[in-house]
C-alpha cells in the first residue's frame, strides 16, 4: 500500500465472467482474476465489480504494491511466466484488496477505517475466547473429533488440501484451541506438497492469514507486516491500531474470500478475529449499496 492524491479509475463495461462472477474488464483482470476461486464470496466478488480496474505497472524486483490516486498495481503482466508462479496471483488479490478499500480516497481516509472498533474488541476478547475454546469439549482439541467443529465446507476443504484425515484433524485440534501460528505452519507445509497450479496460491494464503492475524492482535498473535511498519501509519482509537493495521486486515481478509480455498481461508479469518471479519464483510455490502457500477 502507498499513498498519492488524485482520482480513481472509471468504471468500465463488464465483458468476461469469471466462474464466481468477477467481471473480467481488462487483460490484467483476465490473467490474474480468473485465476480466483470460483466460489469466492459473493460480497467480493461484487465489491471487486463496483470497484474501477486497476491499472498495472511493473518494476523489476518490486512486488505487491496498490498506490492510491494512481489506482494501480505493480505486478508482472503474467504471473505463469515468473518464477514465482501462482505465488503472485495471492500477491495481486492481497493489492486489489487495497484497491477496493481505498479507490477514491487517501490513505488516511480508507473504508477500511471501520475496521478499527471491531479490531479493538477481538483484541479485548482473544484472551477470554482462548481459554473458553480451551476449557470447552475436549472433542475439539482431539486430533480424531476436531474436524466435526469445522463448518462443512470449511472441513470438505481442508480435506481436499490435505487428504491425509490424520494431518487435517491435527491440524484443526490444533486450531481449535486457539495455537494459531503452530496450526498454520502445520498446514503450510502440507500444502507446500500441492502441485496444481490454481492450488499453488494456498501456501501464499496461508502466509496472508497469519498477516490478517498479525495486523488484528499488533503482532500479539501472527505474523507478517513489521511493527515499525504498523507504526509508519497515524493512530486510531488509542495506542497499537493505526490504518496500517485496518488496511492489512480488510486486504487480507479480501483475499481470503477471493483465492482457491477460500472455504477454509475465509472460515480462518473469520474463527481468529470474529468482529474484525463481521466488519470486513459488512463494509463490502455498503461499497455494494453506495458505490456499484451501472
Ligand atoms: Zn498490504
Redesign the pocket.
Known sequence: ?RTANGAAGRCRRHQVKAGAGFALRTPFERRYVSAFSASAHPDAVRAFNATPPVARKFFPGAR?L?RTGHHYVVAPASWAEMPEGAGWVAVVA??I??AVDFHGRGVANGRSLWLAPAIRRDRATLDGRLQSAMAGSREKGDARLALAHFPSAARARLLHLVPDPGAAGTFAAVWNVGRMEEALALLGRSALALRSDREATVPHALVKIS?FIGAVYDLERGGG?SRRYYRSFGQILGPALTVGHT??AF??AFLADVLEGTELLSFLAASSAPATHAAYREILRRIVRGQGCA
Open positions: 500500500m505487491g496498490y492481497h493489492e484488496g487495497h498477516d507486516h488496511a492489512e486486504a487480507n
